[in-house]
């Protein structure tokens, strides 16, 4: 399973390269996979020797994104997953989120951003008022 929310799930003080080799050997992966996790996130390698807490939204949000991947889970649990992200973030995240699906990976996704969300889901439930429309 793979999570990413609000909160990057990431450790602050360990570097991005520190966070990536921990939830790799935390999911029995080879670490090998971290790099490449980031590049498909298009983390810049200069990111990653930084600390977490030094990065921008933004860069959490892939770095959070990227460390999900190393896992390769079967089920994605995404909350609000274009929050904080730029356009070409936006994008990549729907790319990301449609490989995962035809690959046979079950996806679920709240999100408040309807229009980008239809672009992706084979399936939407729409909640409004507490009520399902």
Request: charged share 25%; aromatic share 6%.
């Amino acid at each position: 399973m793979g999570l990413v929310g609000h909160d990057s799930g990431l450790y602050a003080d360990l570097t991005v390269s520190e966070n990536m080799a921990f939830f790799a050997r935390a999911s029995g992966v080879d670490p090998t996979y971290s790099a490449d996790a980031l590049d498909r996130l298009q983390v810049a390698r200069r990111l990653s020797d930084l600390p977490v807490r030094a990065l921008s939204t933004g860069q959490r949000k892939r770095v959070s994104f990227a460390a999900m991947l190393v896992r390769r889970p079967e089920l994605w649990l995404l909350d609000e997953p274009h929050s904080g992200l730029d356009e070409g973030g936006r994008d990549l995240v729907d790319g990301l989120i449609s490989e995962a699906a035809a690959a046979g990976a079950t996806v679920l996704f709240a999100s408040h951003e309807l229009d980008r969300a239809n672009l992706v889901a084979h399936r939407s439930v729409v909640v409004a008022a507490g009520m399902t429309t």
